[in-house]
């Protein structure tokens, strides 16, 4: 028999974590009090507060990209503090507090691993059947708020990568996709020469229209190759910004600045740099 996931013990916070938790929904109300609070605090809206939000998380990735676990913790601190911000303001309109934010989310882990928190001996374990079995629920939960379509529920607020990369995984649910990689692949270097005959013709609405969509197909190839786009291209903008910087470094070096230098001299240095580079690498090798 199946056992409700409410009737396993659930796993407690530890006292001090929901002291402090506490802690910090109390700071909350006092920054909002209308009387003693924060001037600005008390000025701000779910509109205003809602973009810190989406900095929090992309400083929570930089941190733990660069293994700076003691910013990690103050940066989900910070995030923690939105979700907090959020739901005080949720609470004063009447609308929801955070009890409610945080039960919503436990009852939907609980609803979608049933391999965890039933005895359902037929729940599903291995990688495939698990990710099965989360999308079928995720589905489900889409139906159940009447929200039709695959490509329903895909917020048009995320970075347009990350939301590229979504529209494609779901259109590929329902059978949308090449075949295989080759077919992506193909289909980029299609766009690269559709922007090639706008650059030719001059019409900068349609340059707009190819290179997004040659930005969707690579968005595309790196779904398929199992890569997330937006860690392609953080690490993309990481290797300029070391490159670039390592190409100022060596014109300093010659009494040198950017600035005034032809692009053939330009690139010889920038050459340099990944020579240097390669050199690096061979030797740690």
Request: aromatic fraction near 6%; glycine fraction near 4%; proline fraction near 5%.
């Amino acid at each position: 028999m199946t056992n409700s996931p409410l009737t396993r013990p659930p796993v407690r916070p530890s006292s001090d974590a929901s002291a402090q938790l506490e802690r910090l929904i109390d700071v909350m109300a006092r920054l909002r009090d209308p009387d003693n609070g924060c001037p600005w605090d008390v000025a701000q809206t779910p509109a205003t507060i809602a973009p810190y939000a989406i900095e929090e998380a992309y400083e929570i990735a930089d941190a733990i990209d660069r293994g700076a676990w003691d910013e990690t913790a103050d940066e989900l601190g910070d995030l923690l503090l939105q979700v907090v911000f959020q739901a005080r303001m949720a609470e004063e309109s009447g609308r929801f507090d955070f009890s409610t934010v945080a039960r919503a989310i436990a009852d939907k882990m609980i609803r979608r691993h049933p391999h965890v928190f039933t005895d359902e001996t037929t729940a599903a374990r291995d990688d495939a059947a698990l990710m099965a079995q989360w999308e079928t629920r995720k589905e489900q939960e889409r139906i159940a708020r009447a929200e039709t379509g695959a490509l329903a529920g895909v917020p048009s607020a995320l970075p347009a990568l990350l939301r590229a990369r979504k529209l494609a995984a779901r259109a590929a649910r329902v059978g949308f996709d090449w075949p295989d990689v080759k077919g992506v692949f193909a289909k980029v270097q299609e766009e690269v020469n559709e922007v090639g005959v706008e650059l030719a013709n001059g019409d900068r609405d349609a340059l707009e229209d190819e290179i997004g969509d040659l930005l969707f197909a690579t968005a595309s190839l790196a779904r398929r190759l199992e890569l997330d786009p937006e860690a392609c291209l953080r690490r993309a903008n990481d290797k300029f910004s070391h490159r670039f910087q390592a190409l100022e470094a060596i014109l300093a070096e010659r009494g040198l600045t950017p600035s005034g230098r032809s692009v053939d001299e330009l690139d010889a240095v920038w050459n340099e740099v990944k020579e240097r580079e390669r050199a690096g690498k061979a030797r740690s090798a």
